[in-house]
């Protein structure tokens, strides 16, 4: 066998193997975002409690029958929560196992591991403090916005594992060299991307807000006398903060992501008018949300749009990265400075 034949050989064995790292990042992104909305129903409903203060067996029992709907919710929860743990540990032996040594998939997978586990442990510190249903104290609102920044880094390691591994499968070969956007704009990326997580850590205080407070009055400047007013909580007080964030984050990021959308990658481009449209669908769901005094079923939406938004902004960082690196390396091997 030639060289060259043995070469293909191997290449075609790498993509295939990173094409089954990709099937499975996939899947266990998709499952995992599930299980973070259904943490939402969870929330919403109160049903935070329906195991009790016991982790993590149900109301002391291993194999425990819900009588409750609480309880169903709650338990039904665990259940998920595991299989997406299970998806995770999946995932990360595959990668360990077929991802070439020191490749970046690794290392999100590795990271994806950890924040699955880290997860799992505010989600049991949760519970074992009685940090749910109707508990207003300081250090649910501490742990709150805590378990949503770990969710996000968990998504994002999944995220950027899937992308990267289907930029180097034989279905994610593109060509085109110019990410987009000039050298100063890996800043600014920076930049926007920690503006979506504040807003969405404000956003986490606001629904817990909304689901212990709701908004009473009928309209805005009665409902803002409300938040305010002299026995109001902390956190709703704190609730005026997260409108106003969000629109300027919004406006941070509709610039920055604009830099991109001249990219010669179609992959680039696609994940640039992917970060514009949830910026204007967050920003109308939003507003549906102050009108209507922030129903359960919207903010599981909004939260959803949340999502969404910030796994097209991990994705175009991600190619961003793909595209930059592919042409420094074709300058090395041309020899160029």
């Not at 064995?13 to 094409?19: C, I, M, P, T």
């Not at 593109?174 to 704009?185: C, L, N, W, Y």
Request: positive net charge.
């Amino acid at each position: 066998m030639s060289k060259f034949s043995l070469l293909s050989s191997k290449n075609a064995s790498g993509s295939s193997d990173l094409r089954r790292i990709f099937q499975v990042g996939r899947v266990a992104l998709i499952w995992n975002i599930f299980v973070v909305l259904f943490g939402s129903i969870v929330r919403i409903s109160g049903s935070g409690a329906g195991c009790g203060q016991h982790w993590p067996t149900c109301n002391g029992e291993i194999a425990h029958l819900p009588r409750r709907l609480e309880t169903w919710v709650e338990l039904t929860h665990r259940v998920t929560s595991g299989a997406a743990f299970l998806l995770v540990v999946a995932f990360t032996w595959l990668s360990v196992r077929r991802a070439p040594r020191g490749h970046r998939v690794r290392g999100a997978a590795y990271a994806a591991m950890f924040l699955m586990l880290l997860e799992a442990l505010i989600g049991a510190v949760l519970v074992l403090f009685g940090l749910v249903a109707k508990d207003a104290s300081q250090s649910r609102a501490v742990v709150m916005p805590a378990h949503l920044l770990v969710t996000f880094g968990l998504v994002a390691a999944l995220t950027l594992a899937v992308r990267w591994s289907a930029a180097e499968s034989d279905d994610g070969v593109e060509r085109g060299d110019d990410p987009g956007g000039s050298p100063p704009s890996q800043p600014w990326l920076a930049l926007a991307g920690l503006a979506i997580v504040v807003v969405a850590l404000s956003g986490a205080l606001t629904a817990l807000g909304d689901t212990l407070f709701p908004p009473v009055a009928a309209s805005l400047a009665g409902r803002l006398q409300e938040d305010q007013g002299a026995g109001a909580h902390f956190l709703q007080r704190l609730r005026v903060f997260h409108p106003v964030l969000a629109v300027g984050a919004a406006a941070l990021v509709v610039y920055v992501t604009a830099a991109f959308a001249g990219s010669e990658r179609p992959s680039v481009r696609r994940s640039s008018r992917a970060v514009l449209v949830f910026v204007g669908l967050q920003l109308a769901a939003g507003g549906l949300n102050v009108a209507l005094s922030a129903p359960g079923w919207l903010q599981v939406v909004h939260l959803g749009l949340a999502l969404g938004l910030w796994i097209a902004f991990v994705s175009l960082a991600g190619e961003v990265g793909v595209a930059a690196h592919s042409v420094g390396h074709r300058r090395l091997l041309a020899g160029d400075p």
